[in-house]
């Protein structure tokens, strides 16, 4: 008697059978020559490398998020690695140093220790590209073309396209000097977006600002409430600016909707400016997403300007 257990998969880890296996290769193909044909060039970094290397300058949330196991033949720790962009960066500063512009792309494989949701997947096929040594928009505006052309390839509709600036909220912690324990419950109240939790914190800090924050969510006009909002700070104003360069950009696009949520500090500890998300009618979660991430090549010797997006092929596959 054949035992059931056999043909088990650790949950959120699937077999891709022979329908759905060719639509995900089309598509991978799709979007590589899309990229390629931008100007980004195709790298494939191993799926395992030493976990100091693979894991400097990320942060705490991909180091729990990575699988790591012992090598028998040097006794370090290796670890398989649950994002790519990292290594996009050690490229970036190591093989290609001698370039003052690099612009890379990739597909491969990724593997996470849990779930971004319930019942989601731990082995994703990541896809992305990523642009060094350009500080101003323009890099911005690169990527956030590149990622909308990969899900028009993935035949998306009714795309929303979400803007966010995570020096907005470094500005404000810089007013009052806000850090450790304290600021990790206020990033917590904001992701939340929970306006009595924030309440809560009336005896800790001055809640003003960020109460203000909360409510710049909506149309492009959030740009010019938080313009009032928070007169005077040149640093807000600075990341104001730059997100009406790329919205200027992007109000072409008509078939785009645009959507500005200034609370956005999702990627605040590892992002350091303009981010974007991407959600599809009918989805509750982003179908891809990116920003800016201008320190992660510092660990590596090479402090660069960096910008990118990236996207898992299994959820795009099934956006037609």
């Not at 931008?38 to 100091?52: H, K, S, T, W």
């Not at 009032?228 to 950009?249: C, K, M, P, R, Y």
């Not at 500090?265 to 303009?274: A, E, Q």
């Amino acid at each position: 008697m054949v035992n059931d257990a056999n043909w088990l998969l650790p949950e959120g880890v699937e077999e891709i059978l022979p329908d759905e296996a060719i639509k995900l290769e089309m598509l991978r193909r799709s979007v590589t020559d899309d990229l390629i044909g931008r100007g980004f060039q195709l790298v494939m970094p191993p799926v395992m490398e030493f976990v100091d290397s693979l894991l400097t300058g990320t942060g705490e949330e991909l180091d729990t998020q990575t699988y790591k196991f012992m090598d028998q033949h040097t006794h370090r720790m290796l670890g398989i690695r649950a994002d790519i962009t990292p290594q996009i960066a050690r490229i970036d500063s190591h093989y290609l140093a001698d370039f003052d512009i690099n612009k890379l792309c990739y597909a491969g494989t990724v593997l996470r220790t849990q779930p971004s949701q319930m019942g989601g997947q731990r082995e994703l096929l990541q896809i992305g590209a990523e642009c060094f040594g350009i500080a101003d928009e323009r890099a911005d505006i690169d990527v956030i073309e590149a990622m909308l052309a990969t899900l028009r390839l993935s035949n998306a509709s009714d795309v929303t396209l979400s803007l966010g600036h995570v020096g907005i909220y470094r500005a404000l912690l810089k007013q009052q000097n806000i850090e450790g324990a304290l600021e990790q419950i206020l990033r917590d109240v904001l992701l939340r977006k929970s306006a009595p939790d924030l309440n809560d914190l009336d005896d800790k800090l001055d809640i003003s600002p960020f109460r203000k924050l909360l409510s710049l969510a909506g149309s492009e006009g959030v740009i010019e409430s938080a313009r009032l909002a928070f007169a005077g700070n040149d640093e807000i104003e600075t990341s104001l600016v730059q997100l009406e360069v790329v919205l200027s950009h992007l109000d072409s696009d008509s078939d785009l909707n645009i959507h500005i949520d200034l609370a956005d500090v999702l990627g605040y500890r590892y992002h350091t400016g303009l981010t974007f998300n991407a959600f599809v009618a009918g989805r509750g979660r982003t179908v891809a997403q990116g920003g800016r991430y201008d320190r992660i090549g510092e660990q590596f010797g090479r402090a660069r300007p960096a910008t990118g997006f990236s996207a898992d092929l299994k959820t795009l596959v099934k956006l037609s």
